[in-house]
Each structure stands twice: as structure tokens, then as C-alpha cells.
T-cell receptor
Framework: GEDVEQSLFLSVREGDSSVINCTYTDSSSTYLYWYKQEPGAGLQLLTYIFSNMDMKQDQRLTVLLNKKDKHLSLRIADTQTGDSAIYFCAETKTDKLIFGTGTRLQVFP | DTEVTQTPKHLVMGMTNKKSLKCEQHMGHRAMYWYKQKAKKPPELMFVYSYEKLSINESVPSRFSPECPNSSLLNLHLHALQPEDSALYLC???????????FGPGTRLTVT
């Protein structure tokens, strides 16, 4: 399809790991991004990965990239209640950012 | 410092009003963006300024008029809006094309 797709909703227990998945469309995308949006707020850049990498780790965040399947994932280790938000993946397409549909992460105690 | 500021935080306007949204960054970024975001949806690109020149206009209605007075400032002038224009308007900036974008907190606009 034409859209960058994400599952709508993910619910995890505090302390567990969360994995948010994204299927993008353009195999020539140079960078792929993960943004976090809390209610009523702007988008916070969490991390990004260059297309020639398979994995990037940044503290509790691990990004995995499978270029063959055009699949991107974000793993959050030791998920906390403050991680509750909407997470958007985004790909670069020509000179624009194309956002995924967003995944709402809910963390319960 | 990766801060983009936007004013006002909230704006309520009638369909005959004229108002402006403002965005500012002091990161030396050369590209600035306006996005519109409806509830439960991803941001949609409206305009891109690169080196203070309008480089992308995503077929936005003329009731939205962008302006880039200098490399740090971006305005969005609003006139004769419709209720369906109610949304969160986000500004972003980046070092240039293909670089990561940093977003402001947004202006929540309600058109009555």
C-alpha cells in the first residue's frame, strides 16, 4: 500500500519491554525516524537510523531495520508509565517526511 | 539546544477573523516547516521553507499564507478559515533537506 503502516494500539505492563512495529513504503528512504507525541504536545524526536544500518541502540531504545521487508521496529526496554504516548515512525521520501499512522502505547502498573 | 517555540499555545477565532501563528528557532537551521495535525492522525505537511524561500506548498488553500521573515522565524497567516481547519498546527525545523526535523509544541486552533 501507499501508507506507512503501524498497529493502532499496544498495551504493556510497567517494567516489560514494548515493541512497536512499522512497515514503510520507499526502499530508497535514507533515514527512518521514531517520534513520540504526548497528549496535547508536539512531536519529540526519539531516535533515527540510517538505511545502511541494521540496528541502533540508544539507552532503553533499540531500533531494528529490515530493508528487504521494509520493516522498522522500536523496542523500549523496562517500559515506564512516562512512556505512555503515541509513537510515529517516519520515512524520508524525496525531501519530505512521511509519517506512519501512529501507535498508542499504554503502560499499566 | 533543540528547541522550537510556537505562539500562541491556543487560539480561538471566528471565520471572519485574521490571525497569525508564530514559530521561532535559534539552532541555525535552514529549513522550516508547517504541519497540520487532526486528532488521532499523523501530521500532514503544509509548507516548507528552505533558505527563507518557499520550496514546497502541498496544495494548501489560500486562506493559509506562510511567511518567513528571516532564517529564525516562520509565520502562518490565517484568514477566513473554516471550522474544518480546527487542528493542532505544528512547526518544525531542520539543518536542511533530508536532516532530522525538530518540532515545536504546536498551536491548538479552534475555528468557530
Amino acid at each position: 500500500g501507499e501508507d506507512v503502516e503501524q498497529s493502532l494500539f499496544l498495551s504493556v505492563r510497567e517494567g516489560d519491554s514494548s515493541v512497536i512495529n512499522c512497515t514503510y513504503t520507499d526502499s530508497s528512504s535514507t533515514y527512518l525516524y521514531w517520534y513520540k507525541q504526548e497528549p496535547g504536545a508536539g512531536l519529540q524526536l526519539l531516535t533515527y537510523i540510517f538505511s545502511n544500518m541494521d540496528m541502533k541502540q540508544d539507552q532503553r531504545l533499540t531500533v531494528l531495520l529490515n530493508k528487504k521487508d521494509k520493516h522498522l521496529s522500536l523496542r523500549i526496554a523496562d517500559t515506564q508509565t512516562g512512556d505512555s504516548a503515541i509513537y510515529f515512525c517516519a520515512e524520508t521520501k524525496t525531501d519530505k517526511l512521511i509519517f506512519g499512522t501512529g501507535t498508542r502505547l499504554q503502560v499499566f502498573p | 539546544d533543540t528547541e522550537v517555540t510556537q505562539t500562541p499555545k491556543h487560539l480561538v477565532m471566528g471565520m471572519t477573523n485574521k490571525k497569525s501563528l508564530k514559530c521561532e528557532q535559534h539552532m541555525g537551521h535552514r529549513a522550516m516547516y508547517w504541519y497540520k495535525q487532526k486528532a488521532k492522525k499523523p501530521p500532514e505537511l503544509m509548507f516548507v521553507y528552505s533558505y527563507e524561500k518557499l520550496s514546497i506548498n502541498e496544495s494548501v488553500p489560500s486562506r493559509f499564507s506562510p511567511e518567513c521573515p528571516n532564517s529564525s522565524l516562520l509565520n502562518l497567516h490565517l484568514h477566513a478559515l473554516q471550522p474544518e481547519d480546527s487542528a493542532l498546527y505544528l512547526c518544525a525545523s531542520s539543518q536542511g533537506d533530508y536532516y532530522e526535523q525538530y518540532f515545536g509544541p504546536g498551536t491548538r486552533l479552534t475555528v468557530t
